[in-house]
Structure formats: C-alpha cells, structure tokens
C-alpha cells in the first residue's frame, strides 16, 4: 500500500528477537521445561538491561514473553538456549527461517538485535512480523500487553514474580488490535517498530518503521500511516 526505502537495509536492533523467536520455534522445544540463567545468556555487549540474574531458574515460556513483550536481552540470549543449538548453529538457523520467508537482505549477528550487523529492511521485517503473528505460539507473546514471570527456582533476593510491559506504547490504543508487534532501538538503529494490526474496519495491515530520530516519532509515523491507509 505505501513503502519508502522498503529496501533498503540497516540494523534493525530488537526487531531481531522476532527471527530468533522463530528460529527457537523451528525445533522441537517444550516451553514449560525450566531453564536456569547461565553465562550462554551473557548478550554479546556488556551493560545490555535484563531483568534475568544468572542462576535464576525460569520456564521457557517465560523467557519467550519477556524477549518479546518486554525486549529483555538475556530472554532473547536464552531463546538460542531453549532450541538445543550451539550459539553459530541457532545464528545459521536465523538465516536459514530468513531464507525461507524469503527474507532476501537480512542477515544476522545475534539473537537479541544488540550488534549492528543485524541487518534487514522493511519490506523483510513485515514479513518475520507476519509470520511471528501466524504462528499459534509466538503470537501469543507477540501480542500480549503485559507478562508474568516467576522464578521456579529462587536465587538471592529480589521478587520471585513480576510483571513486565510491553514496550509498544501504541497497546493501549481501543481502536487496533495488535497480532503481533516488536520495538527496537540502539544507537545505530534508531527508534524501529514492527506488527502486524487489525483496524476497527477489520483490515489485517503490517507495518514496518525504520530509523526514526525520536522514540515518539515511530508511534506518530505508525498513526499517519493507519490514518492514511484507513483513509
């Protein structure tokens, strides 16, 4: 319906968590199974925010929501984890789902989006949110508001549960309904923003926002395009 510079590619920081949710997706994983946070969940960059400590003991599901709910980076780190692959083997699995959504410029770094050569356009980002949104596991994630975590094992001090938000301020909205939806952000990225959303006309409509230089600007660039689609 509308592209400008559909094509062209760039980092895409946390908008990669989508990839990795279907990678993680693509083996025979039981989400119910407790994973204990280790150093395979150490992101890649120091200083990257988790609400996970190490030897904190979590079921899978719970890593799921967080790294798509709430973007948390070790979440996202512990997706590789819950599949069963060596760290290189889940990156070639990420490429691989690339491959087959015909993801034709992405390419990927890490599982949570923190390095910059995670890489990929518009045009490729839609497709991975329609897919996230098709799927009957990850939609549920993808779409959810908010998601309860509880330690299955507690370690230290700290709450045993807690409730994270999701970071797409656009939730709220009475008159979309979001069937998936992933933010992103690092310096190099910017402020980037995916979904797939049902208007109150009842469309079905994917949107992709790249490199926006504010984090309100990707909200009111999401509000243009659904006015101007709407019409």
């Known amino acids: 319906l509308y592209e400008r510079a559909a094509d062209n590619r760039r980092p895409v ?10 990678a993680m997706a693509s083996e025979p994983v039981d989400l119910s199974q407790t994973v204990c946070v280790d150093e395979l969940f150490w992101p890649s960059r120091s200083g990257a925010r988790s609400k996970f400590s190490t030897g904190e003991c979590y079921a899978g599901w719970d890593l799921l929501g967080s790294a798509l709910v709430a973007s948390d980076n070790r979440a996202a780190y512990g997706l590789a984890v819950q599949s069963g ?9 990420m490429d691989e789902v690339s491959r087959q959504l015909r993801m034709e410029q992405s390419t990927w770094a ?24 098709a799927h009957p596991t990850l939609s549920i994630a993808a779409s959810a508001k908010s998601w309860h975590v509880e330690k299955v094992i507690e370690v230290g001090v700290g709450p045993s549960e807690r409730t994270l938000y999701t970071t797409n301020r656009a939730s709220g909205r009475g008159d979309l309904d979001f069937l998936a939806a992933k933010t992103g952000y690092t310096d190099t990225a910017r402020y980037c923003f995916t979904g797939v959303v049902r ?9 992709t926002l790249l490199g926006a230089g504010r ?11 659904l006015r101007w689609v709407e019409g």
Do not use: C, H, Q
């Open 13 to 22: 920081a946390s908008l990669t968590k989508l990839v990795s949710s279907l």
């Open 215 to 225: 984090s309100r600007d990707r909200w009111s660039d999401l509000d243009r395009v």
């Open 110 to 133: 890490d599982p949570s989006g923190l390095e910059d050569d995670n890489l990929s356009t518009a045009r490729d980002m839609s497709k991975a949110a329609l897919a996230v949104a």
């Open 85 to 93: 692959l060596d760290y290189y083997e889940f990156i070639d699995r």
């Open 199 to 207: 208007t109150e006309s009842g469309r079905t409509l994917a949107v």
